[in-house]
Structures are given as C-alpha cells and as structure tokens.
C-alpha cells in the first residue's frame, strides 16, 4: 500500500493540477507542487497543517463538496471563482487511502471560451429569431435540422413539427419529385441552383400556394456539406409586379387610343382652320374693307395660323407617340437648307427686335436626314430661342463639321437662361416652366417633338443654360453616306 501510495505522488508531482491529499482530521498529508501557482502556497508549507487553517478561502469555497465525498466515499465535482485574480478552478474529489485526494484544475480559460460559444450561440438564436426572412437548414439528404421563426410564421409550421422530415414538405406537390432529383444528384445540379437568387412556389400547411424568393447556400463542417436556404414571401411584390403591369398596360393603351383618335381627326381639324385661315386672307385683300374689320380680320389670320400650328405639333407628337411617323433621309445640303430658316424666320425676328444671324465654321457639307423634319427641327430652336429672349437680344445659329462624321447646329441666344437642375423639364410635354400665363405662343411640346425627330434621324440633342447667360441648343446630325445617290 505504501509503495502504491508512493507511486501515485511521484506522479502527481508532475501533473499541471493543484493536487492535495487531506485525512479525516482535514490534514494536509501532501501537496504537489502546482499548489502554489494555483493557490498561492507553497507544498512544504501546507504539508502538516490544518487545511481549514492555512486554506480558509479553498475550504470556505469548497468544503462542502470535499465533505460530501468524505461521508460517501463517492467522488464529486464541481466549479468555483477563486482568488483575488478571480481564477475559475474546477474540483475532482475522490475518497483514497482513508481520506480525500483533491485535484485543482484552473478552467479560467476554458470558462471564457464556454461563454464565449454561448454568447455567440445566443446572438445566433436571437438573429434567428427577429430576422424577417425564413432560414432553413438542411442536411445532404434534404432533411430540415433547423427551422427559424420566420420560417414557422411563412409556412404555417412549427419547427418541431419539420424537423427532421424532407424540406420537400414546404414545396407544392407536383415540385417534389423534381426537387428530390436535385438533392439525390447536387453535383450536377449545384451551379443552377445554389448560390443563385430564383423564384419558386411553396406550400404552406393549411395547402395554400404562394410564391417564394429562396437562395441557397452550401455550409461544410469538416468534408460533410450540407446548405442554408434564405427564402422570402414575395406576395406582395409578386401583387405590386401584376398591378403595376396592369396600369402600364392601360397607360399605354389609353396612349395609344390617343394617339390613334388624334391621327385620325388630322384631316378634320386641319379642313376647318384652313378655310378660316382662307377666307381671312381673302377678306384682308378686300380694299373697301374699313381698317377697323381689316385688323380684326388679321387677327383671325394670325390666330387661325398660330392655331394651325398647335394643331401640327399636337397631330405630330401623337404620330411619334403612336408610332406612325416615319423619316425620309436624304443627303441635304446644310448651306441650302439653313438659307429657307433664315428666309423663314427674318419675319419674327424682325417683328419682336432680336437680332439674327447666321456664321459657318465649315465648308460646305452634305448631312445624312430628313429635309423636312430637319428644318422643323431648327426652325423650332430659332423660334424658341427668338420668342423667349429680350427686346434688343441675339440668336446666332453656327454649324460645324469638327466633330468626326457628324455635323453640329448649334442654336445660341443671350436671353434669360435656366437653372441647370430643370433643364430635363424642357423635355416634358405641356410643360413650359412657368411660361403658361404669359403672352409667348405655344404648347410646351415643341422642344419634346424636335428631340425625338432627331433621333428618329439617328442624331442626337443638347442643350446648355445658366441664369442670366443664355441658352445653347445643338443637334449632331449625321454627314452624308458615301455612295448614296
């Protein structure tokens, strides 16, 4: 027995424990040496004393545990802070050789490890919990291991009630044998559906059918794979897609009978205006006319002329917007056509006192357009930039080839400028940006037409403004083709 005992404290002498042998007196009979790193003592200084004496902390903490096991003979453990470094000691106590072999271990570390594992296990739990879409774990088998609240408040179950049985459950009847095929062969079906954002159909417990938003994800523990699934009730993006649909397809066939109704009654509204605008030139020849009804008769003429134009711009946006106008491109002589804008638009230059000229910074060139449309497209910026500048103001019209391939009429003026931040108004049909009480004819539909005939023409428009600096638009239209006749 003795050799036995001796064997036993040779090795304990070299174990990383505190090790402390008491007698029934509650004696110290031995003490290793890790006695004084963990408890603070030396071994020859606790050998031969009273524990309760020269351990009063280690027995206050833990005396009920050692007496537990010297009055059953039944080893015990337990855990307790100690110390005034607060150090976590674990105590193994086992009934030997007539009294209690006490081994020490500091777990500090691995206490702190624990309940770091436990405050990330429940910051986990908690996310789990209050994250509004569904997180559905799965194993390589396609059977459910977790299933979060989310998931039970989407698909009608709870999660004791899925677990453990094939995620197939929460999908419709005639998808299951398909998503079987996909767990049972993963590897070939992997780059189509993991990792991937795609819209399917599940099935809740009550058997309603709704449409689901799902990504999935592969999770590996070791070489075992097995997949985190993200899935979102999407009803009522799915509702909100069907209405707005809905409307869009209203809008544009409510445009379209617009479009439509107004292209038909061209010729309607067209007959009427030309004959008073006919009989009121006739009238403005009558010389006996007296000069009081001769005036009021060119007002007719002017109004049935601006009219006129309404109308025309009104009929052509409807065409653009109904898709019935079609473009005729030519080569067209710039210097030709830029000749009929300027015989075309001396008179309202003249009549409201702004200045107009006209300067080339090319020779000659031939664009690629239509002729008729392209002259609309700058008698419309002449007019603006003429109607909207000030008495005594100047509208320069330039053009230039330096861009390569391309031919650029530039429409410059010194009138009052917009702010950059509504320059995309301009753009607007019927806006006019605060010009609507004003005595300036016109519709607000102009500049919207004269940007979509360019690029019906394969051109492109600009504009540049600033308060109090003036505007300047510019139409790049395409050189002549080689080759075309």
Known sequence: MANDIKHVTDILNYVESACIRFDLAWRITYANPQCELLLGTKAEA???TDSRETLPDVMSIFYKTLARTLATHEPQKTDALYGPTVKHLELFANY?????????????????????????????????ATIADALIHIDNKGLITSFNMAAENIFGYKAK??????????????????????????????????????????????????????????????????????LRDITQRKQAEAALLESKQKAESANRAKSDFLNSMSHELRT???SIIGFSELLGLEESLDPLLKEQVSYIHEAGDHLLELVDDVLDLAKIEAGKLVTSPENVSARELL???????????VKT???????????????WADRRRLKQVLLNLLSNSIKYNRVGGEVTLTYSDDNDGWLRFMVSDDGPGIDESRLQELFVPFN???????????????????KQLTEMMGGTLGVKSAPGKGSSFWVDIPLMRRGSA
Do not use: W
Not at 432 to 450: C, D, K, Q
């Open 272 to 274: 009427p205006l030309n």
């Open 432 to 450: 006019r940006l605060g010009h609507e009480g004003t005595n300036i004819p016109g519709a607000g539909i102009g500049l919207v037409i004269t």
């Open 339 to 349: 000749d009929e804008c300027h015989a075309l638009i001396k008179p309202l230059s």
């Open 96 to 128: 030997y050789a007539g009294g209690i072999l006490a081994v020490f271990r500091d777990v500090t570390s691995v206490k702190h490890n624990q309940q770091l594992l436990q405050d990330a296990a429940n910051r986990y739990q908690t996310i789990l």
């Open 46 to 48: 606790l050998i031969g």
């Open 353 to 367: 006192g702004v200045r107009f000229n006209i300067k080339q910074h090319s020779h000659s060139c031939t664009v």
């Open 161 to 230: 009630e899925v677990i453990g049985h094939e995620v197939s459950i929460l999908l419709p009847e005639n998808e299951r044998h398909a998503h079987a095929g996909y767990i049972a062969q993963s590897h070939i079906y992997e780059p189509r559906i993991i990792r991937r954002s795609r819209d399917l159909e599940g099935r809740r417990k009550d058997g309603s059918i709704f449409p689901l938003e799902i990504n999935v994800a592969p999770m590996y523990v070791g070489t075992e794979c097995s997949y985190i699934g993200i």
